[in-house]
């Protein structure tokens, strides 16, 4: 099943339901399928790796908001935006954890030959190749300047 197809049942879902929040995550993700799809040169169809990449882009955003509603006080809004974070993560293979990242992270370095952070870019562009949709770009970045530096 398309991720167009489970985001459209999920949504009938929603609706009968009433849940407001879900049926708004939603919503936002079958607008970026309907997006991707009319872009230039998709000719209608997106591949799996596309959906990936705009769905951790939401998932991304939604955290970046949420932070900002946090430091300011906003419950209300920041409520709304770990209800559509938690729809949005459904549809995202799991992610690793930090001491998983790590070691993907050390093996990686170890392949690159990086030996200090000169070495970065190095590191980052095999690191965001192969752990792409399993850890979030900041994290790895934080982590590659961890061990590095260390």
């Given amino acids: ?46 591949d799996e790796a596309t959906e990936q990449k705009f769905l951790q882009k939401m998932m991304k955003q939604r955290k970046d908001s949420l932070e900002i509603f946090e430091k300011q006080g906003r419950e209300d809004l920041a409520t709304k935006e770990k209800e559509e974070m938690a729809v949005i993560e459904k549809f995202l293979p799991k992610q690793l954890s930090q001491s998983e990242l790590k070691d993907a992270l050390k093996k ?37 300047k961890e061990l590095l530096a260390g």
């Fill in 108 to 144: 990686i370095i170890a392949d690159t030959g990086a030996s200090s952070p000169a070495d970065m870019g190095k590191v980052m562009g095999t690191a965001s190749k192969e752990l792409a949709g399993l850890a979030d770009g900041k994290t790895i970045s934080t982590l590659v």
């Fill in 1 to 46: 099943m398309s991720l167009e197809q489970k985001v459209m049942t999920e949504m009938k879902e929603a609706m009968k339901a009433k849940d407001e929040g879900v049926l708004r995550a939603l919503r936002a993700i079958k607008a970026e399928i309907i997006k991707a799809k009319t872009e230039p040169g998709a000719g209608g169809e997106i």
